[in-house]
């Protein structure tokens, strides 16, 4: 009489309704309908994977993955993205405009670093003031001045050549002096009348600032166009400028100072040239900015603020 084998669930046993996890992958069902895979349950059977001769019976589950709904997700955590990367951008031009303010009215002192730090004048600092998409225009306005400032130092050593090598005839003692004028003046007001009125536009995002700077700035290329030619005039002016024009009559006199003035001719032209890029650079950022309608906004505010403050004083 035989009895029922207690380890009847044997593993190595011959069983017909245990699945060999070695079996052919063909006969394991997969199917996508519509977007959706549907993948096999495991059976929740005895230790030994059978539950009762009846293992892997059950009607197989079901996971739904919906494709489209991930791609909405991800386009609605996009636009959230850069919702909030605009607002930061906001707060960002906000809060210099608060310490642009702050600075103005005595709040806020930064420390001077500029020209260097063992004789600080002003306070400048491209990469921590101005905002990240106007740094490269603001960088090279910078750029401009300090070629314009070599250009007015090799002026003046090329007028004092002049003055050396030839003599003191024809005026080249007073043009020596006066590039010298241009030297001391021009490198203070190429600095606060054109670019300090960029850096400030700049942080305080104001379309008068540029509109000033344009036209001090036109009035700097006029200027450089000038040295750069050095038409002849009467006076010191024949020597003052280190010109193309000029440079031929120092040849006549020594190859030396033709040479020099030459060379500050080509720096002279050089400084023009990339004046002009700049001055376009600014002015596509300007009108791409919408800065046209703000200039014309701000103006009528001025002009109203003006009248009013007239009929007030006039009532008074």
Not at 266 to 293: P, Q
Request: hydrophobic share 45%.
């Amino acid at each position: 009489m035989s009895r029922s084998n207690p380890f009847s669930d044997n593993p190595f046993a011959s069983n017909t309704a245990n699945t060999s996890p070695f079996a052919d992958p063909a006969e394991t069902s997969y199917s996508l309908h519509n977007g959706h895979t549907s993948v096999p349950a495991v059976s929740s059977g005895g230790a030994w994977g059978a539950n009762n001769g009846n293992a892997f019976d059950s009607v197989p589950a079901t996971i739904a993955v919906d494709r489209e709904a991930g791609s909405v997700e991800a386009l609605k955590r996009t636009e959230t993205l850069d919702a909030k990367e605009k607002a930061l951008q906001a707060k960002e031009a906000e809060l210099r405009r608060w310490e642009a303010d702050l600075r103005a009215t005595g709040g806020l002192k930064p420390k001077k670093n500029w020209p260097n730090r063992f004789c600080p004048i002003v306070h400048h600092d491209i990469a921590a003031e101005i905002p990240a998409a106007l740094q490269g225009t603001v960088t090279k306005a910078y750029w401009s001045y300090l070629a314009m400032v070599l250009c007015m130092v090799f002026n003046c050593f090329g007028s004092l050549m002049a003055l050396c090598v030839i003599g003191n005839g024809d005026g080249r003692l007073s043009g020596w002096f006066l590039s010298c004028i241009y030297l001391v003046a021009g490198v203070p007001i190429g600095w606060w009348a054109w670019y300090r009125r960029l850096y400030n536009a700049a942080i305080k995002d104001r379309a008068v600032t540029y509109a000033w700077f344009f036209l001090m700035y036109l009035v700097h290329i006029a200027f450089c166009i000038w040295s750069a030619v050095s038409p002849p005039l009467p006076g010191a002016n024949d020597w003052s400028h280190t010109g193309f024009i000029a440079c031929i009559k120092a040849f006549h006199a020594s190859k030396f100072v033709g040479v020099v003035y030459t060379i500050g001719g080509v720096f002279w032209a050089l400084e023009s040239l990339w004046s002009l890029w700049v001055l376009k650079t600014v002015y596509s950022n300007f009108r791409g900015g919408g800065g046209e309608a703000q200039l014309r906004r701000e103006v009528a505010q001025s002009v109203a603020t003006n009248a009013a403050a007239n009929a007030f004083s006039s009532r008074v």
